[in-house]
């Protein structure tokens, strides 16, 4: 067998969080060089594992399996041209939120970055994992580090936040946790692989889809059960609001694609109308929501709702297009949410305010800091030559194909978009400078220089030159599509 | 003649007793002597308990008594957990001015009653282990004599357990009288088709012993014997008798009434999701940790009896890995409260934690390992738990008890994650006192580490079950 890579790269952020455990806590310097090192390890692994994944095959590669439950569960980890982003995008963003604790965290800073690292587990977990058992413990699993960032990190409603988050997500899981049971009872296994292969009785899909998507849409988050994302957002400090938006948001995204759309496709050919309404509320509703907000985060919370409202109308689209611009949208929403999170991170350590109308003419003191708010702001509305606008683009053509009334809709949703995105950027960076504090604003140190300039640097050269991305998922999304155009032909004919 | 050899554990415990006894009458100031060495007698127990594991089914005394792997194993875990218990509750006891010699004796002899509740396999004998086991409770509840909340519970679990091994024998009766047999086997080749009175007398029967595992609707004594029981005797109260109740109900149920099935399913499914429920939301209001933990209880004791309902070896496997877990977690948890002590005085109130991890880093760690356990939260062993629960009670196509269970463990979550609040986000208060016994920190620390590397190897602890096959 071959050296475990999926495993090792699993594994060693806990084993970094157990190392930084037995560090004494006044080490402070110690325990942020010790988490630094780990997280780029692990990024320069995953790194090293794009190179040498074959972007021609669409099976799973690095495949590890092993027994782990007797008779029951096998471990199961492998990844595949989707997963694979997921991963670097995890790893990317890891190290940035370890270099950014420098201002935002004062007390426990130690337990902090063993709960990010042991986050970094959990979710490279989650885009591992091949088999749905192993999937649900890293998802859940996620709830717990998480549930402590935003409750004793957090700000003043934290309490409220980090309940509410916790009971939300919980309440969405353990219908799935119900489902993921029941197919092991229908089909004799919880290995995805065997499960794509086997297929899954049409008349169970329905139910087992609802099931599957209580808990994605909680997470994702979807129109009704949105309202968590906001408080959580809002109230969890800077690296827990960049962790939430940049990668928690998608292991749902990703669980659409990977179990909801891969093992149900009937159901989900039979949910796609329900799915674009909730979509197109998400997009428009949120939009008009995020414009009154005068809350930065919050802001940007209601745009990471309307972002993946984007996504998941590209996932249903079942179109090449329509699913490699969901994909994208992802990678691209990770990335510049992350950046709008870390930007507001710098002015709110400086001010403690998160309140827009507290700002106002912050071009005149942090020059550079406007500079690269400006990239992040474009990207999220879509400018080309951002990723943001490639994702949409995609999203919105695939969409086109399958229906034309709701293309029309969500386009509008990009309207919206710009207008609040923009209208946040000019309240906050161009006017007068009214609020005498912000005269004493020093420009952003060499550590965040640093964050922000590689996440604007990212987003530009990804937006002209996606390729990178797109080789690497092709093939992959293209056999699931027709794998799953397949599976649906093949039910017609039986039916007929 | 009758194999006496395989019984030695009982024997060797009813000697003890005596012999403990002795030596208590007539040496002064052995109350230590009698703890001390009464933990090391439950040690010896275990190794000849575990040492005498026969390889096929024993019957004795004319197949009123067996000996089999399940009930060596049940045997060995309550062995065990009694020593646990008895070793971290060693300072709390001394404290509190409840070492007296007859404190250990009682223990053990309601260890020996429990021990003949597991092997019984005759109404008669059963109801002579439970008794013996509740009398020794009975009078353990009470023993703070001068604690007017220690002599209410006391009282109260005596009479409302008296109403119910009232219920309970009246229950034998029926079913002596339909079957004409108290031996389980004899019942099962005697009962003729399903009648009336026997299906009473099983119901009588499920009565008593759900008072005893406090399932809904016969929970009711279950938060003040908590409350105002000594803490040493609540633990007592939390993992052990619910241990052997809870195999009297497998033996019960799978032995002499297994192809009634259809009839007593209704009732044990009636018990679990009431108690699954119930035990989840009247936890969210309480103020005092033992309060809670009752309630936390009750509802853990729905999900093992959700196992019971389904009817297969799984079940049955899967209800006892349950408890296993269920018992290390309560140990750890009883571990934490043992451990809230300031100047020799114990705090048991939910405020009582508010900020623990600024002063105590380690214990509320391990407290919040056990709280997230007991949610069923993943990766933690408390989930595990639940999900081999659920998945014998899936395999069955028993979707709703599933799903009512799930999201009793949503509402569950609530008041667990409150505690995990109040420890980690709320002001810090005084410091406790740090000068545990050796023992209490050892058994904290092994099982929360237990509970969170369990998912490590699974195996390890599902191996035990895995040859259990009653069905």
């Known amino acids: 067998m071959n050296f475990p890579i999926i495993s090792s790269l699993i594994l060693l952020p806990s084993i970094g969080a157990l190392f930084l455990f037995f560090i004494n806590s006044k080490n402070i310097t110690g325990i942020k060089y010790v988490s630094l090192f780990v997280s780029i390890i692990n990024f320069l692994i995953s790194i090293y594992l794009w190179f040498i994944f074959d972007q021609s095959s669409s099976e799973f590669q690095f495949v590890e399996s092993r027994v782990w439950i007797k008779d029951f569960i096998n471990y199961k980890v492998g990844i595949d041209g989707i997963s694979i982003l997921f991963i670097i995008l995890t790893t990317f963003i890891i190290p940035l939120c370890i270099l950014s604790v420098n201002s935002s965290i004062k007390n426990r800073l130690k337990e902090f970055l063993i709960a990010i690292l042991l986050m970094e587990t959990l979710m490279i977990g989650v885009f591992c994992s091949l088999d749905l058992v192993i999937f649900y413990l890293f998802f859940e699993g996620g709830l717990i580090p998480m549930f402590l960032i935003i409750g004793i990190w957090g700000g003043e409603r934290r309490v409220y936040s980090a309940f509410k988050f916790f009971l939300f997500t919980l309440l969405g899981s353990v219908l799935m946790l119900i489902a993921v049971i029941s197919i092991y009872w229908i089909a004799g296994t919880t290995d995805i692989e065997e499960l794509y292969k086997l297929g899954i009785d049409p008349k169970y899909q329905n139910l087992l889809w609802l099931a599957f998507f209580s808990s994605f849409a909680v997470k994702t988050p979807m129109w009704p059960v949105h309202t968590w994302l906001p408080d959580a957002h809002v109230e969890a400090p800077t690296a827990g609001s960049v962790l939430l938006a940049a990668i928690l948001l998608k292991m749902a995204g990703y669980g659409f694609i990977r179990f909801s759309i891969g093992l149900f496709p009937l159901a989900s050919e039979y949910f796609v109308p329900f799915i674009f309404v909730i979509s197109l509320i998400a997009i428009i509703y949120t939009s008009l929501v995020a414009l009154m907000q005068d809350d930065m985060k919050k802001l940007i919370a209601y745009s990471s709702v309307a972002h993946m409202g984007f996504v998941t109308l590209g996932l249903f689209t079942f179109t090449q297009q329509g699913v ?52 992040f702001t474009l990207g999220s509305l879509g400018l080309p030559g951002t990723t943001g606008f490639i994702g949409e683009f995609l999203i919105l053509m695939g969409t086109f194909k399958k229906s034309f009334l709701v293309a029309a809709i969500a386009s509008l949703g990009v309207i919206l978009g710009a207008a609040y995105m923009l209208w946040l950027y000019k309240r906050v960076v161009f006017g007068e400078l009214t609020n005498q504090k912000l005269l004493k604003m020093i420009d952003l140190n060499k550590v965040e220089l640093f964050i922000l300039t590689l996440l604007a640097l990212s987003i530009i050269f990804f937006g002209f030159y996606p390729d990178p991305f797109s080789n690497t998922y092709s093939v992959s999304v293209e056999n699931f599509l027709s794998e799953y155009n397949d599976k649906l032909n093949n039910y017609n004919l039986q039916n007929q | ?349 939910v405020e009582d934690l508010s900020g623990l991890s600024k002063n105590h880093p380690l214990l509320s760690l391990s407290m919040m390992i056990i709280l997230f356990s007991l949610a069923g939260i993943p990766p933690l062993a408390g989930f595990f738990a639940k999900f081999y629960i659920f998945t014998a009670v899936i395999e069955q196509s028993m979707y709703f008890l599933a799903i009512v269970g799930l999201l009793s463990t949503v509402i569950a979550a609530f008041y667990y994650i409150r505690l995990i609040k109040i420890m980690y986000f709320d002001e810090q208060k005084e410091k406790y006192d740090l000068n545990h016994s050796l023992g209490l920190k050892m058994i904290l620390m092994i099982s929360s580490t237990i509970i969170l590397i369990y998912f490590v190897n699974p195996n390890i602890i599902n191996n035990f079950v895995s040859d259990i096959t009653l069905i």
């Open chain 1, 324 to 375: 490699e611009g969901g994909i994208f949208q992802m990678i691209s929403h990770g990335i510049v949410s992350a950046a709008l999170f870390f930007s507001v991170g710098v002015v709110y350590d400086r001010t403690h305010s998160r309140r827009i109308n507290d700002y106002g003419g912050l071009v005149n003191v942090m020059p550079k800091y406007s500079i690269l708010l400006m990239v």
């Open chain 2, 1 to 349: 003649m009758i194999n006496l050899f395989y019984i030695s554990t009982e024997i060797f415990l009813s000697l003890s007793i005596l012999s403990l006894l002795l030596i208590g009458v007539f040496k002064k100031k052995s109350e230590s002597f009698i703890y001390n060495f009464s933990c090391i007698i439950l040690l010896v127990g275990l190794a000849i308990n575990i040492n005498l594991n026969p390889q096929s089914p024993i019957d004795l005394f004319n197949n009123s008594y067996k000996i089999n792997y399940f009930t060596t194993l049940i045997k060995s875990v309550i062995l065990i957990s009694a020593f646990l218990v008895m070793l971290c509750s060693l300072n709390y006891v001394k404290q509190n001015d409840i070492l007296k010699i007859e404190y250990p004796i009682l223990i053990l002899s309601s260890i020996l009653g429990m021990l003949v509740m597991v092997s019984s396999n005759d109404l008669i004998v059963f109801y002579v282990g439970l008794e013996l086991q509740s009398l020794s409770l009975y009078v353990l509840a009470a023993f703070k004599r001068d604690d007017i909340f220690s002599s209410e519970s006391g009282l109260k679990y005596f009479i409302l357990s008296a109403l119910s091994s009232g219920l309970l024998l009246y229950g034998c009766s029926l079913i002596y009288g339909f079957s004409s047999s108290t031996n389980f086997d004899l019942i099962y080749q005697n009962k003729e088709s399903i009648e009336y009175g026997i299906i009473f007398g099983i119901v009588f029967i499920l009565v008593g012993l759900a008072f005893k595992i406090t399932a809904v609707p016969f929970h009711m004594w279950a938060p003040d014997v908590y409350d105002g029981s000594p803490t040493s005797v609540t633990v007592i109260f939390a993992i052990l008798p619910k241990i052997a109740a809870l195999t009297v109900f497998i033996n019960f149920l799978y032995g002499p009434f297994l192809e009634m099935f259809d009839q007593w399913q209704a009732v044990i499914i009636f018990l679990s999701i009431g108690s699954m429920v119930f035990g989840a939301v009247a936890a969210i209001g309480q103020k005092k940790l033992k309060r809670l933990i009752a309630y936390s209880s009750i509802s853990h004791m729905g999900f093992a009896l959700a196992g019971l309902s389904v009817g297969t070896n799984e079940g049955i496997q899967n209800s006892i890995i349950y408890l296993i877990i269920y018992l290390i977690m309560n140990i750890a948890f009883f571990c934490c409260l043992f451990m809230l002590k300031r100047e020799n005085q114990y705090f048991d109130k």
